[in-house]
């Protein structure tokens, strides 16, 4: 009786211990999920939003061991809220906002909408299954099978939830600043290889990601709808992608040439808009490409200039203090690109309505045009 009262107490004294450290544990080590209540007092917030530089750093959604008691968190063995996979929420979506919850401005939807901003474009998530620039054959849209309710559009069409057959790691721009200003961060998207679950797998973000679904929107479709040009497979052999892009070289004020292979997007905050600019005559790494997707489509940004006669690149500060758009001053303000964005059909240079001519200068200088 005296054995039996003590392991009790201790057992209580274990769950009183860890429920008071769980209230401020953010992260988990996957041996006996035990909590990482970390130094700042806020739990290990690099365990879920460190990027996975080394392709190792998924938070909860791959590593597992197999005493994992990670699937509770988006999986019940019963009285499950949807009749999908188990999943403790209704929807995919609602499972996936368990966490990724941007009600209160901090998530990838719902934060330009808690500034008070109007959102220019979305991917509206089950809400739709209609694709717009869908129909390789005439550049139209199309109705495609996704996996949410009804056969709409939901999250894990693009992502891999549990980081299988994922793309390269894309860390695009999405910045965390956390209370008391601890470091910030970028994390792994995982995206999908085959998004939609298309036939063919992509293993780079890029042109040929976004084209999995858009595919009326490609160049090179024999017999297809004109678009601008865009490099993809269809064209090259090689082709560009948002990592390995021919990028600006210089930053500031000081106009250049110059190019070499970098990232689109800023993936370090404090830097330079470098890789949506394209001078004219094509120089260096940017010679004998077309631009990819995500140069005209990405988060509403100023990008930089051209010089008045076309040949040299003036990119833009790219300036990220606080994340989720909380300070007008930054640039892009808002980091949500591809779920939302401020600008019209999820253009770089707009305005929530339309799309303004400097765009296209950033690539075609006056001196240029025909």
């Known amino acids: 009786m005296r054995v039996g009262l003590t392991r009790t107490i201790a057992l209580l004294t274990i769950t009183m211990a860890f ?65 999908t996979q188990l999943l403790i929420g209704a929807t995919i979506q609602a499972t996936c906002q368990t966490c990724h919850d941007g009600s209160g401005g901090r998530g990838v939807y719902g934060a ?18 209609v694709v717009p620039g869908g129909n390789a054959g005439d550049g139209g849209s199309a109705v495609m099978a996704f996996a949410g309710t009804s056969g709409t559009l939901t999250c894990s069409d693009c992502h891999t939830p549990h980081g299988q057959n994922a793309v390269t790691p894309f860390l695009g721009e999405r910045m ?70 021919g990028i600006i070289t210089g930053s500031g004020s000081v106009a250049t040439t110059a190019t070499t292979i970098g990232f689109a997007g800023n993936n370090y905050g404090y830097s330079y808009n470098t890789g949506y600019l394209m001078p004219y005559p094509r120089v260096g790494t940017q010679a004998g490409h077309l631009p990819i997707c995500q140069q005209c489509h990405e988060d509403t940004r100023f990008v930089g200039t051209l010089t008045e006669d076309g040949t040299q690149a003036i990119p833009s500060r790219t300036t990220i203090l606080a994340g ?47």
């Open 19 to 83: 429920l008071a450290s769980a209230s401020v544990a953010l992260g988990w080590n996957e041996t006996g999920m035990v909590p990482k209540g970390g130094s700042n007092g806020y739990g290990d917030c690099a365990y879920c939003h460190t990027p996975g530089w080394t392709n190792t750093g998924y938070g909860p959604h791959r590593g597992y061991s197999n005493g994992t008691r990670v699937c509770e968190h988006c999986h019940t063995l019963h009285d499950s809220g949807s009749a």
């Open 112 to 129: 330009i909408a808690a500034r008070g901003l109007a959102v220019g474009a979305r991917h509206r998530t089950e809400a739709t299954s």
């Open 176 to 245: 965390r600043v956390y209370m008391g200003g601890y470091p910030s961060y970028v994390s792994n998207r995982l995206l999908k290889q085959r998004p939609a679950n298309v036939a063919t797998a992509v293993a780079e973000y890029g042109s040929d990601w976004c084209m999995a679904c858009h595919q009326g929107r490609a160049s090179g479709v024999v017999g297809g709808a004109m678009n601008h040009p865009v490099e993809s497979k269809l064209t090259t052999a090689s082709p560009y992608n948002y990592r390995q892009l």
């Open 324 to 370: 989720d758009g909380w300070q007008s001053v930054e640039n892009p303000r808002f980091q949500n690109f591809p779920h939302e964005t401020q600008g019209y059909r999820m253009l770089v240079e707009s305005t929530t309505t339309a799309f303004m001519d400097d765009l296209c200068l950033n690539c075609h200088p006056k001196p240029a045009l025909p």
